[in-house]
């Protein structure tokens, strides 16, 4: 699975940050940054909780072959 962003409508709210800190920080401009995409088994439930979190409803979860 890969994780989706799409930065430029970030509310900059930090819900991402809280629930899945090993894919996104705070950037300077108080939007969230991804620190990685690739997801693994041992993180998969922190992206997913994010993507379900988030209030923009910005980040996504996208199968990759
Ligand atoms: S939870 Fe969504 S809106 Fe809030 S900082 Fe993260 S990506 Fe931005």
């Not at 799409?6 to 940050?17: I, K, Q």
């Not at 809280?18 to 920080?25: E, L, Q, T």
């Not at 108080?30 to 993180?43: P, S, V, W, Y």
Request: proline share 3%.
């Amino acid at each position: 699975m890969k994780v989706l962003l799409d930065r430029e409508r970030c509310l900059g709210e930090s819900v991402c940050t809280a629930v899945a800190p090993s894919y996104f920080r705070m950037g300077r401009d108080g939007k969230a940054d991804l620190i990685r995409d690739a997801t693994d088994d041992a993180t998969l439930e922190e992206a997913r909780e994010a993507a379900s979190l988030c209030p923009a409803l910005i980040i996504s979860l996208k199968e990759v072959h």
